[in-house]
């Protein structure tokens, strides 16, 4: 096994009693990868995450680390580090001896504790907050506490559980930064768990975009967020206006619509973002039943023979009002062609 099968599901399945969470899935991940579990609430995400950490027992097939296989063994006994949505910290001990705490339990002592620890809030930026107790942090200074402990472990493995969710939208930008940086710098496997996808572009070498249990689609950030393959994942990163094909036509709410524009012949569907769609020219009409100020951009929400339609423009160009009737089109070049709908 090489570096490229470092961590690999192998056939691993996921039951709660008879409900079966995630079916045999195959997943392998290479060491020093920083990989998100992308997906709705109900995915398997945090379920495959829980396995891996041996938080539970797969139904069947196996969990191979760094050529050991580790499906029956023990959470305490993996070189998995878990940090938790929720930071989990003593709040009776300060931030030095959070750190310690698990060190201590694997008997380390003395100068090589002290070193170990003091090393640990170095990476996380946190020298100077030896001595505070968890209350008297930021969330994001809890966070990177919560980081500190799981990495002074020296895991070969470490899982966040949706790591930024607490944090305002400030705080989660310095700490996707701050993520980065202390996975690049250590080497470590990283995995993180999370809904959203902003956060997973930005953060992830690779994503894996997971539905009902199965894998959608594995890529690179650009990847998905430019050559989505279905229809659910299209959806998901922001390709609003989604539709399947038949013989070549756009399946709509009113029949079959024809395009112009070579359409690929293995596609199932197209699909294009709201900035995708031309505006004030173009074979079909829809009236303005939503309007909105996006800073650089203006959305608006149009009704037409299609059904919805959702459009961009640059927020320098002339407003359109509500009520008004727009020309548009949906240029094939510019559209995302869908090997698989029917997710949705």
């Not at 539970?56 to 296989?69: F, H, T, Y």
């Not at 705490?101 to 380390?108: E, I, P």
């Not at 995995?191 to 009902?212: G, K, N």
């Amino acid at each position: 096994m090489s570096d490229l099968r470092f961590l690999s599901l192998e056939k691993l399945t996921l039951s709660y009693g008879k409900n079966i969470a995630v079916p045999e899935m195959d997943l392998d991940i290479a060491k020093g990868e920083l990989v998100a579990l992308l997906g709705p609430s109900g995915c398997g995400k945090t379920t495959t995450m829980r396995a891996i950490a041996g938080l539970m027992a797969p139904s069947s097939g196996s969990i191979i680390l760094d050529n050991v296989d580790i499906t029956r063994s023990p959470a305490n006994k993996r070189p998995v580090g878990l940090v938790f949505q929720s930071y989990a910290l003593f709040p009776h001990l300060n931030v030095y001896e959070n750190v310690a705490f698990g060190l201590k339990l694997m008997g380390v002592r003395g100068s090589l504790l002290d070193e170990t620890v003091k090393e640990g809030l170095k990476t996380v930026g946190l020298s100077t907050f030896a001595t505070r107790k968890p209350a008297e942090l930021s969330g994001g200074q809890q966070q990177r506490v919560s980081l500190a402990r799981s990495m002074v472990m020296e895991p070969k493995v470490l899982l966040l559980d949706e790591p930024l969710s607490n944090l305002d939208a400030r705080l989660r930008l310095e700490m996707r930064n701050e993520l980065q940086r202390v996975q690049k710098e250590s080497g470590v496997t990283m995995i993180f768990v999370t809904h959203d996808q902003v956060e997973a572009l930005a953060m992830a070498d690779r994503i894996i975009v997971m539905l009902d249990g199965h894998i959608e689609q594995i890529g690179t950030p650009e990847d998905i967020y430019n050559r989505p393959i279905s229809d659910f994942v299209a959806d998901f990163v922001g390709f609003e206006n989604v539709f399947s094909l038949n013989d070549g036509k756009l399946k709509t709410a009113n029949g079959m619509v024809a395009l112009s524009g070579d359409i690929p012949a293995d596609a199932k569907g197209l699909a294009w973002r709201p900035a995708m769609v031309t505006l004030g020219d173009g074979p079909f009409e829809g009236t303005i039943r939503g309007t909105s100020f996006a800073g650089g951009t203006r959305e608006y929400l149009l009704e037409t023979s299609l059904g919805q339609i959702k459009a961009e423009c640059d927020a320098s160009l002339p407003a359109h009002a509500f009520g008004a009737t727009l020309k548009f089109d949906l240029p094939v070049a510019r559209a995302a062609s869908l090997s698989r709908v029917g997710s949705l």
